[in-house]
């Protein structure tokens, strides 16, 4: 990964609402990389808990405000906060179609969605770790009426965090999400459900392959439960898809689930990708994603609430 | 784990036949455990390789005699040696019935079925661990017609490299090991299967859940496919619960796969099972497994090939 020089122009404030795992962990992550941000949290003992990394703590918030609040919270967020009418508004659900319905018309082209691909089987302020993001990919959503350089000014909020990102429209994020985390998450449970009616002999024999295949169901159940009825339509798509796969004869099965497995390219290669909304879907979509950017490209043009 | 005194009659020596990752590694554990150690492979590195681990290389078998070769190979494995008409034989298959029914019928009550919970990715002598056993379940199988004495002699084996023995039938064997070892096989083959067919974007932005759920999928496929095909009965009514659990709403299916993993007992309870069968049988069925024996138990009475 080659971290190219940042911008010229003072990268703004940044205020996250929210200090549990993954918002804590992103303040505290932010503040290590020298960013000024304010958080709030309705939980003092999760405020007090991001004070003492070092977070500011207040309702008043602006530059890129990062909306780290459950799914079901997150049209109310601001609710009671003094969020500047400039600021460019983000969050980290983990479905993006319906958070872009519900914040969508108010904010218009000043919401950008994200989901970062993170977090652990803990949650709340106590499982906080600035180093959370390191390595992560982090899902930015690029919809028609996406202010390019607020879009950038959350990219960067990513990039200091020490993730990379992942330019997607919200409808691709929902559909590659149920693929590679929604599923997985059912199959996990069905498996584990078997296995349970197949008796504690089953269980007792239960080596490397079961224990992978079941780990995420330790997750919290309404969680799980709320995330995957959050992106039905995508989930069920989905999981149509590997029950067909399901269906084949298991040779083949077998031999083309190996292949992908096999086929994922090793290394990766460094591209420069013009700043564009085409462009940089065009590389989410080959499985690229951003890790840095160029400061000419931005070079005293970026218009942002910074 | 309580390790109790070792029997006061001697260990008999133990032939390992195939000197791959398994046999090469109980070799090498037996020859560490202090075990007399005989060794065979029709490829001369591995001979080489588990002689430099002080394991005796030879023809001539006797004691407790473990076929550690690919199931296709379990038939023929002991044509060409050496082997003493009362030995005790074993093998280490990933299925148990069907080596029953090959080598039941020439063996008799001298063939007891086993299969080690381990083992990885990797295959060859070049791969051999011993503590690849440690810790490990050990499945031994206890049929009719087993002689008690000569289970009790291979379940020595097993734990002198380390592992615990989980006495079981082969038909409730291979029941267990479909749904917690084959058909989790499948699952994560169809699982990067449908991803593959979601695209590039769903693999860039695969995380925890899905390299979890498919992480076996990098084993040799001409391996699953062998070992879900030797298997196929269980298998398919292991996936059929699966598929059950799958047609469930979600809110039941996400809480029952949970309710398995957080119903496992925390820790462990000693107990002390009386050396037959159905007591044997039972405990297996109960989720436990035998970490050691009191002498007292088969002092003077072992007839067995030591």
């Not at 890129?64 to 969020?83: D, I, K, N, R, S």
């Not at 691709?172 to 069905?190: I, N, Q």
């Not at 439960?225 to 989905?238: H, I, K, L, R, Y």
């Not at 990766?268 to 013009?274: D, L, S």
Request: charged share 15%; glycine share 14%.
């Amino acid at each position: 990964m080659t971290r190219l020089p940042v911008p010229t122009l003072p990268a703004p404030p940044v205020g996250v609402v929210g200090l549990g795992q993954l918002g804590g962990s992103l303040a505290a992550a932010l503040v290590a990389a020298g960013r000024e941000v304010t958080g709030w949290d309705v939980d003092p003992a999760a405020r007090d808990a991001a004070a003492a990394r070092g977070v500011r703590i207040g309702r008043d918030l602006g530059g890129v405000v990062v909306l780290a609040v459950p799914l079901p919270a997150m049209a109310g967020a601001l609710e009671g906060l003094g969020v500047d009418p400039a600021a460019t508004v983000t969050d980290l659900g983990s479905v993006k179609t319906p958070v872009l319905a519900e914040l969508g018309p108010a904010l218009g082209g000043r919401y950008v969605g994200g989901h970062p691909m993170c977090g652990t089987e803990r949650s709340g302020h106590a499982a906080t770790d600035p180093g959370l993001f390191t390595g992560a990919r982090w899902a930015l959503c690029l919809e028609p009426g996406t202010e390019l350089p607020r879009w950038l000014r959350v990219a960067e909020v990513a990039l200091d965090a020490g993730a990379e990102v992942v330019p997607a429209t919200a409808a691709e994020h929902d559909d590659a999400v149920a693929a590679v985390s929604h599923v997985p998450h059912l199959l996990a449970a069905a498996l584990a459900a078997a296995a349970g009616e197949a008796g504690p002999l089953a269980l007792a024999l239960a080596a490397g392959s079961f224990r992978d295949g079941t780990r995420v169901v330790a997750s919290d159940p309404a969680f799980v439960t709320g995330m995957v009825q959050g992106n039905a339509g995508p989930t069920t798509a989905a999981l149509s898809r590997v029950l067909g796969q399901l269906a084949r004869p298991w040779p083949e099965l077998v031999a083309a689930g190996h292949a992908v497995r096999a086929a994922a390219p090793a290394g990766r290669r460094p591209v420069r990708v013009p700043l564009d909304r085409t462009a940089l879907l065009a590389l989410g979509r080959a499985g690229g994603a951003v890790t840095g950017r160029l400061a000419a490209f931005v070079e005293g043009h970026l218009p942002g609430p910074g």
